[in-house]
């Protein structure tokens, strides 16, 4: 696929998640900073970019989750598109060092995680309905068009890995999913599809903890064809005393200690829970990883008009 297809794709994929938050009341904010300290990070610490900026130390950031997150008491259903930047050293068809990231966050009332997966449910199949819409893109539609018409599958991860095992892989609860794993669970389903209810341990602390089964958090990644996951969302802990609880005990924090960090690092987000603790849930979106799904290509470098990784000579773009 040539890279003008390619950037009409990418395009369009964006124009249609702009539209859904339209459609929705979510406020898109602009102007959620890309240089930021350590509260930048997804929750691989090791591959954020260090910068100086002026004399602190900066990093590029990976999210922009957590200043949505200030937004959220006084606008309820915020978004952004942001460049998320990775200091990925593998140059391979998974690895991208810095791509678009669409992400939202939104108050809640009730269950947050349905009303989450709804959210991105919907925006996914708005971004693919918007390629569908651009006659100038030559594609499957077909393919695309049964995503958009299907509701996608929704599992939890105990039965991702019940799953995994009746296909004779050797995974674990505690375990994150590989790509192999990923691919087999989408090609099983046959579509685009949820997995559910993380083990703690390894993901984001601020990801709220389930109430009836503490091993777990209520996350969600949705899992799409080729690509694998290409969203990762949670709704958050609102409690202050968990959350810091949480942090504390996070391998995150643990490595930040280790490095000279502290607490102090985060308490602008601790004291921001701790004063407004609304219930809250959001994600974030790889557009390239839809863009690959949608494409039906196997190497994400050919799913964006830019491709950056380890290997890219930043003087022959």
Request: a negative charge.
């Amino acid at each position: 696929m040539n890279k003008p297809t390619v950037a009409r794709i990418e395009s369009a994929l964006s124009r249609g998640a702009d539209d859904y938050f339209r459609e929705h009341d979510f406020v898109r904010i602009p102007t959620v900073p890309h240089i930021v300290g350590i509260t930048g990070a997804c929750e691989n610490i090791d591959t954020l970019f260090k910068i100086d900026y002026f004399g602190q130390r900066g990093f590029l950031t990976q999210t922009g989750q957590l200043a949505l997150e200030l937004q959220i008491p006084e606008l309820e259903r915020v978004c952004c598109e942001i460049h998320s930047f990775r200091a990925e050293p593998d140059a391979d068809n998974r690895h991208l060092t810095e791509f678009p990231l669409i992400e939202f966050e939104f108050a809640y009332d009730g269950d947050g995680l349905p009303q989450l997966l709804d959210h991105i449910e919907g925006t996914v199949k708005r971004m693919m309905t918007a390629v569908l819409q651009d006659e100038r893109v030559q594609l499957d539609t077909d393919r695309i068009q049964q995503m958009v018409e299907q509701p996608f599958e929704r599992i939890t991860y105990r039965d991702a890995i019940n799953l995994l095992h009746q296909m004779d892989y050797t995974v674990e609860f505690g375990d994150d999913l590989k790509h192999e794993h990923e691919h087999a669970l989408t090609v099983h389903t046959g579509k685009p599809t949820f997995v559910m209810k993380y083990p703690e341990c390894i993901k984001f602390f601020n990801m709220r903890r389930d109430r009836t089964d503490p091993a777990i958090v209520q996350s969600a990644d949705l899992l799409m064809p080729y690509s694998g996951e290409a969203v990762g969302s949670a709704v958050r802990e609102e409690d202050p005393e968990l959350l810091v609880e949480k942090l504390k005990n996070s391998a995150m924090y643990r490595l930040h200690l280790s490095r000279g960090g502290s607490l102090s690092d985060f308490e602008w987000y601790l004291t921001a829970v701790r004063e407004r603790p609304i219930p809250h849930a959001g994600c974030g979106i790889g557009l390239s990883r839809v863009t690959q799904c949608v494409l039906g290509e196997q190497d994400i470098r050919r799913s964006t008009a830019y491709a950056m990784n380890a290997k890219t000579d930043l003087n022959g773009m």
